[in-house]
């Protein structure tokens, strides 16, 4: 598919100051039905943390193969709740909001939509603390650890749960059924060595990660298909999640998950190069203008510094991406107030002229403007706030 010129979109946002961003409407479209291509028939459960603007977010859930909602606080799932984005959602990590969790044990809607994660009975104190102990019931998540750790002395993936043997998930779930005030609804396992590491770099991939990645999604599946089957005889699951949008394949292929989670990859940003399982195209830009010439090959740019969470490296900054040909300066980087970039293409660049670049991380770009750009067919059909623009941060 041709990937849109510079020209295009300074045309289409001619009418608008920089710093912008858009959101190419075509580019979104074409990643929601790649992934539920790979999915084969098992529902997403959109991943708000990801995307972190509702029309973008309403806009996915309205198509056919995604269901439910993945929040990333209670606060933030609330919020859906009173907006009435969806029906189900289900909170990725535990909480210890105290305000939060008093609203929902009080908010009988809110109840029966949103379900918490817990990985220890001390979440389960911490609700009582909030909510007091005769609280309605309040619907549970059971986390189970996808990390892989081979011959037991290496741990390959996230940091999450304790949980990490079928023994332990079964003790946690009858603890969780005795315990007045709660439900157990569902489980999850997150592979993160799987599906948010990138086994390729450029062009060419890497033997070692695919080796683990292989590994690791086979003895998996076969900890939490029986993981599932026993905590299946203590609670009537009614989910079982799992993945992410560089795991769909693997994750979806194994029986006992019911849905996969995915975000990212409707984003399609710069971390989401480095996979050979699939290519989303770059849906969300930002345009940052020259304001300086310090040199003939050099163009500055105003602001820029939108660095990404996760371990200081060049892969978290942002890149140049329009026009093609432009780097970043390996000493300056992307900067607070100023954002330097070399090529042969930027002799041509005068002060005022844009340069368009990629985040790092999908829903982090949200977190820096207000508003995204929606762009159809060369134009800009309506502007939508983000998360901010709404007057929302969740942490």
Not at 27 to 52: H, M, W, Y
Request: charged share 25%.
């Amino acid at each position: 598919m041709t990937t849109p010129s510079a020209a295009a979109y300074d045309q289409a946002t001619k009418d608008l100051e920089p710093p912008l961003a858009v959101v190419d409407l075509a580019a979104f479209d074409a990643n929601a039905e790649d992934l539920v291509r790979r999915a084969n028939g098992t529902p997403i459960r959109l991943v708000s943390k990801s995307v972190r603007c509702r029309y973008l977010i309403e806009r996915a859930l309205a198509k056919p193969g995604f269901a439910g909602l993945m929040c990333y606080s209670l606060a933030e799932a609330l919020w859906h709740v009173e907006q009435g984005t969806s029906d189900d959602i289900l909170v990725a990590y535990p909480t210890v909001d105290h305000a939060a969790l008093h609203r929902l044990a009080a908010d009988e809607r809110a109840r029966t939509t949103v379900t918490i994660m817990v990985d220890s009975p001390e979440h389960l104190d911490v609700v009582d603390a909030a909510a007091g102990h005769e609280h309605a019931d309040i619907r549970v998540c059971l986390e189970l650890d996808a990390s892989w750790r081979p011959l037991g002395l290496v741990h390959v993936g996230t940091r999450r749960s304790p949980v990490f043997s079928v023994r332990q998930a079964a003790e946690l779930a009858r603890t969780i059924v005795a315990r007045k005030g709660f439900r157990l609804a569902g489980l999850m396992a997150y592979e993160g060595q799987i599906a948010g590491f990138p086994d390729a770099t450029g062009s060419r991939t890497d033997p070692v990660v695919r080796w683990m990645q292989r590994r690791s999604a086979r003895e998996l599946a076969r900890r939490r298909a029986e993981a599932v089957r026993v905590v299946r005889e203590i609670a009537e699951l009614e989910f079982v999640n799992g993945g992410g949008s560089g795991s769909i394949e693997t994750t979806s292929a194994e029986d006992a998950v019911t849905e996969v989670a995915v975000g990212s990859g409707l984003i399609g940003s710069t971390l989401f190069d480095g996979y050979t399982r699939f290519h989303p195209r770059p849906a969300a830009l930002f345009a940052l203008p020259v304001v300086h010439k310090p040199t003939r090959s050099i163009a500055t740019l105003f602001a820029g510094g939108y660095i990404a969470s996760g371990p200081p490296s060049a892969s978290r900054l942002p890149s140049p991406y329009l026009p093609a040909g432009l780097k970043l300066l390996p000493i300056e980087g992307a900067g607070e107030v100023q954002t330097p970039v070399r090529g042969k293409v930027a002799r041509d660049l005068r002060l005022g002229d844009r340069v368009w670049l990629r985040h790092a991380k999908a829903g982090e770009l949200a977190e820096r403007f207000t508003h995204y750009h929606i762009v159809v067919d060369g134009r800009v059909e309506r502007t939508v706030p983000t998360y901010r623009g709404e007057r929302q941060s969740f942490g």
